[in-house]
């Protein structure tokens, strides 16, 4: 994880402009307020999570993905 921790901020940004290049060139819809909240609504329900949990050695990180199962410590 300490690998990956410093990109999981910047996955988001990267997210809403992979997914925008989709909808806005690939299936060539023109931007307008939907195509724009279903773009940064997909990008929040994919990108990971970073959540904080207490254990026996103090307060650890972990990074969680929606359709992956494994948590990253």
């Given at each position: 994880m300490?690998?990956?921790?410093?990109?999981?901020?910047?996955?988001?940004?990267?997210?809403?402009?992979?997914?925008g290049f989709v909808i806005y060139k690939i299936l060539g819809y023109e931007p307008s307020m939907y195509s724009i909240l279903i773009n940064i609504g997909l990008a929040f329900v994919l990108s990971p999570r970073i959540k904080k949990i207490q254990t026996e050695n103090g307060i650890a990180e972990q990074?969680?993905?929606?359709?992956y199962k494994k948590i990253w410590k």
């Open positions: 300490r690998k990956l921790k410093p990109f999981v901020r910047l996955l988001f940004p990267v997210l809403i402009l992979l997914i990074i969680r993905w929606l359709f």
